[in-house]
């Protein structure tokens, strides 16, 4: 599946800054390590941070802070911020949904936004980032 | 086998007979459903197959000795639908008075730790979708999607 670039970027962003809590980073430092606008990942920030997610330490050598819970916020909570995923499927409707083939494909829709939702739900920041330590113990 | 953790008070070993009810009754505390017949079906299979296992996390508190506070279940099994030994787990439950002080954590281990020594490289589990305690539980000790999908059929 695909996720708009706001919600990578917020993905990016928030699970970078979990990874040390007392770290501060700036856009522009997240932004070079992975490659994408600053500009942009400022408005994302912006975002998280009226979410509560981050914070923003201002003056010289500010930036921004983790500042929530990484055991408790999932995948799904980030992404809920800036997209409605799995929305398309079950709530507004599309042309031919009506028809027997439409409302067949309706429920094949359905079934893989549900196990979307439930994946992205089940995953903490925590965990996510545990497991990169897994993986990475592993190789 | 089983290691003690005073820190907690509890003590992991495999289930007994004494604990049949105990265990009756923590589950249907956590799941809601009571199922006797499961889990007397349970602790005979204990009796006739080696790879499987009922661990409980009990008490070490002297003022409740007796207590059990978790358990898992589950066993190793072999080449169905084309599966090399995997161990399953067939179900978790801690009780809500004890959550959040790694009772879970300890058990899961342990269970995986009694399924590799049954031979298996890998563990295996099933949740509903809507279940995001235990899914996120199972996540948390590194569990992923596997290279299964379940598919069901109502017969009604």
């Known amino acids: ?139 | 086998m089983y290691s003690e953790d005073r820190k907690f008070d509890i003590k992991l070993r495999p289930a007994e007979v004494d604990d049949l009810q105990k265990i009756i009754d923590l589950d249907t505390l956590v799941s809601g459903i009571e199922k006797k017949t499961y889990w007397e079906d349970r602790f005979d299979r204990l009796k006739s197959a080696d790879s499987s296992h009922l661990i409980v996390a009990g008490s070490l508190d002297p003022k409740s000795p007796d207590e059990i506070l978790g358990f898992i279940v589950g066993e190793v099994r072999a080449w169905e639908f084309g599966s090399r030994p995997c161990g399953w787990i067939f179900a978790i439950g801690v009780s809500p008075d004890y959550r959040v002080r790694g009772i879970g954590e300890k058990l899961f281990d342990a269970i995986c730790e009694s399924c590799k020594k049954d031979g298996a490289n890998s563990i295996r589990t099933m949740i509903a979708r809507r279940d995001q305690l235990n899914m996120s539980f199972f996540r948390a000790q590194g569990m992923m999607g596997g290279p299964f999908i379940e598919l069901e059929k109502s017969l009604r």
Do not use: C
């Open chain 1, 1 to 139: 599946m695909k996720l708009q670039k706001a919600t990578q970027f917020g993905l990016y962003a928030v699970l970078e800054l979990a990874r040390d809590p007392s770290r501060q980073l700036s856009a522009i430092e997240i932004a070079d390590k992975y490659g994408i606008s600053s500009n942009h990942l400022a408005k994302v920030l912006r975002d998280l941070g009226r979410a509560g997610l981050v914070d923003a330490v201002r003056g010289a050598g500010g930036g921004y802070r983790f500042s929530s819970n990484s055991k408790r916020v999932t995948l799904m909570d980030v992404i809920n911020i800036f997209e409605d995923i799995g929305s398309e499927a079950s709530g507004t409707s599309d042309l031919g949904d009506g028809t027997d083939i439409g409302r067949a494909l309706l429920v094949i829709r359905n079934e893989i936004d549900e196990i979307t939702q439930a994946t992205f739900g089940s995953i903490t920041l925590d965990t996510l980032l545990k497991t990169m330590r897994w993986q990475r113990d592993v190789i």
